[in-house]
């Protein structure tokens, strides 16, 4: 089991910077790819970006690309996303999620954190 703890959301006005921060606890992270999810109200959640296990894989959302970064410090347990230049469209909860090494779908995540946009 991994249990997941998103924090770093709030309101920004657009163009600011965010930074998201996911904790994990339970089965070491390393062992996990992890993904960012957002959801926004009435819309179905979609995928934001992944990293794989060390690091050395990354993808992004074609909308976010370019603005967000996603990182990882096995060594802390923590994944993180940095998301610039943010637009009123980017308003969402966001969600972290873990997915172990070989699995298909995404297994652990997290309760979310809210980000919030002003034009």
């Known amino acids: 089991q991994v249990q997941l703890v998103e924090s770093g959301g709030g309101l920004v006005q657009a163009g600011d910077s965010l930074r998201l921060s996911c904790a994990a606890s339970g089965r070491a992270l390393s062992s996990h790819s992890m993904g960012w999810f957002r959801q926004a109200p009435r819309k179905e959640r979609e995928f934001v970006s992944h990293?794989?296990?060390?690091?050395?894989?990354?993808r992004y959302a074609d909308s976010v690309k370019g603005r967000f970064t996603i990182s990882r410090d096995n060594a802390k347990n923590m994944v993180y996303l940095q998301m610039n230049s943010l637009k009123p469209e980017d308003t969402a909860v966001y969600y972290c999620a873990a997915r172990g090494i070989g699995a298909i779908e995404y297994e652990y995540w997290g309760q979310g954190t809210q980000v919030t946009v002003s034009s």
């Open positions: 990293i794989s296990w060390n690091g050395g894989i990354t």
